[in-house]
C-alpha cells in the first residue's frame, strides 16, 4: 500500500509561485505520477504526470508552460513547480500514482490508483 501526503500548498497572488511537494511512505520510483486539481463544484482534473524514471512527462495544456512536475526517486519525493500563477488555478491538489511505471496520455483519475488527502492552493489578490 502506497500512502502519499501533500504538502506545499497555501495563499499567493496572481503571478506569484507555488512548489507543491508529495511524499510517499513506499517505493515510489515503481510509479508513475500525477498532480490533480479540484476546484469546488467540478470534478477532479489532470495537470501533470512524469513516468516512474522521470523520462516521460504530461502536461494539461491550461498548465503547459507554466508547471514544472519532476521526482527525487532517492528521497521518493515528487514535485510540482507552479509559475505565472492564475485565479483559475485555485483549487485542492493531489498527489496521485498509479500502477505501471507510466504517464497515462490521457491522464484520467481512473488511471491512477493512490491518491494522497490534498492541499489547498488559493490564488487570490
Known amino acids: 500500500q502506497l500512502q502519499l501526503v501533500e504538502s506545499g500548498g497555501g495563499l499567493v497572488q496572481p503571478g506569484g509561485f507555488l512548489r507543491l511537494s508529495c511524499a510517499s511512505s513506499?517505493?515510489?520510483?515503481?510509479?508513475?505520477v500525477g498532480w490533480f486539481r479540484q476546484s469546488p463544484g467540478k470534478q477532479r482534473e489532470p495537470g501533470a504526470c512524469?513516468?516512474?524514471?522521470?523520462?516521460?512527462?504530461n502536461y494539461a495544456d491550461s498548465v503547459k508552460g507554466r508547471f514544472i512536475i519532476s521526482r527525487d526517486n532517492a528521497k521518493n519525493m515528487m514535485y510540482l513547480q507552479m509559475n505565472n500563477l492564475k485565479p483559475e488555478n485555485t483549487g485542492i491538489y493531489y498527489c496521485?500514482?498509479?500502477?505501471?511505471?507510466?504517464?497515462?496520455?490521457?491522464?484520467?483519475?481512473?488511471?491512477?490508483?493512490?491518491w494522497g488527502q490534498g492541499t489547498q492552493v488559493t490564488v487570490s489578490s
Open positions: 512524469i513516468s516512474s524514471s522521470g523520462a516521460s512527462t
Open positions: 496521485a500514482a498509479e500502477r505501471l511505471g507510466s504517464c497515462p496520455r490521457r491522464m484520467s483519475v481512473q488511471a491512477f490508483t493512490y
Open positions: 513506499g517505493t515510489l520510483h515503481e510509479h508513475g
